[in-house]
């Protein structure tokens, strides 16, 4: 499915053109073209899919598959010590185009990237409770 309104639609599609790495029938893979870091890129499904809520799992399975490539390719021609593998879900966690997308931010000591988050407390019976709640709609 394709959306018409859809900036990454249409960049799938090539028809907005992109700083493409690599392409085949179900995938584009692109600089993003505001980087967090040199190499960061974006790799996206061309059937549409709002986010993961949306996501089919076969789908996912070969993006993440993709991206294990990718990540080499990337690392290779930059040189980057690490990797994040960055991909928000909803307005509320920081996704501004509502097309899924998987994020590769190459990583160097010293970048001054922030993708961290301040952790948390937790308490292990209600970590066990949690989990069994959850495990019920898996
Ligand atoms: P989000 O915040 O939704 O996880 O990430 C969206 C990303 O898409 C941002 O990093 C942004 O720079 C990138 N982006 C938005 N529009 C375009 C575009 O037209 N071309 C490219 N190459 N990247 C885009
Ligand atoms: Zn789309």
Known sequence: MIKDDCIFCKIGKGEIPSATIYENSD??????????????AL???????????????????????LATVVA???????????????QNNGAVAGQTVNHFHLHLI?????????????PGETE????????KAIRKHV
């Open 27 to 40: 995938f584009r893979v692109f600089l993003d073209v505001a980087p967090a870091n040199r190499g960061h």
């Open 43 to 65: 790799i996206i499904p061309k059937d549409h899919a709002d986010n993961i809520f949306q996501l089919d799992g076969e789908t996912a399975g070969k993006l993440f598959s």
């Open 72 to 86: 080499r390719a990337i690392k290779e021609e930059t040189g980057c010590e690490g990797m994040n593998i960055v």
């Open 106 to 118: 190459p990583r160097n000591e010293g970048d001054g990237v922030n993708v961290t988050w301040k």
């Open 124 to 131: 292990n019976n209600a970590q066990q409770e949690l989990a």
